[in-house]
């Protein structure tokens, strides 16, 4: 039996989708105050069925005010769930669902705010 290829690498997906919100990636930069707003796409999770990667993603949003934060967190829910999205070479996302809803969070630098939300991103692997 052949092994299956690998799944796409849905945070690689989301650096290349969300590219257009700001400077984007998967670790905080230690110059991020310069680079706001900053949006970290991160995998913790979730589930295949063998054809489907459903990865449980968390989407933060670092700015120098809530307002921006918000805003910019809003739009990237609107992103997320629009619909199918190629990234050539890397893979398709057919679908994200909201699992927890944009909200303020905590950060340990006060002049930095902090929108999170939680996404379900069904992707496949890469043709």
């Keep these: 039996m052949t092994d299956l290829a ?15 919100f700001g ?3 998967t670790v ?21 069925n063998g054809v489907t990667d ?3 993603v968390v989407v933060d949003v670092f700015a120098a005010s809530r307002a ?3 805003d910019v967190a809003l739009a990237v829910q609107q992103r ?4 199918p999205r190629r990234v050539p070479g890397v893979g398709i ?5 909201t699992n927890t809803g944009p909200q303020d969070a905590p950060y340990e ?5 902090l929108v999170t939300a939680i996404y379900d991103v069904s992707s496949r692997r890469p043709h």
């Design 23 to 25: 400077d984007v990636g």
């Design 109 to 113: 630098d006060s002049r930095v705010r």
């Design 54 to 56: 459903v990865a449980r």
């Design 6 to 20: 690998p799944y796409a690498d849905v945070e690689r997906l989301l650096v290349a989708t969300l590219g257009d």
């Design 80 to 83: 997320m769930i629009s619909g």
């Design 68 to 70: 921006v934060a918000w």
């Design 93 to 97: 996302i057919d679908r994200a669902t």
């Design 28 to 48: 905080l930069p230690s110059d991020m105050h310069d680079k706001l707003p900053f949006v970290r796409p991160r995998r913790i999770g979730g589930t295949d």
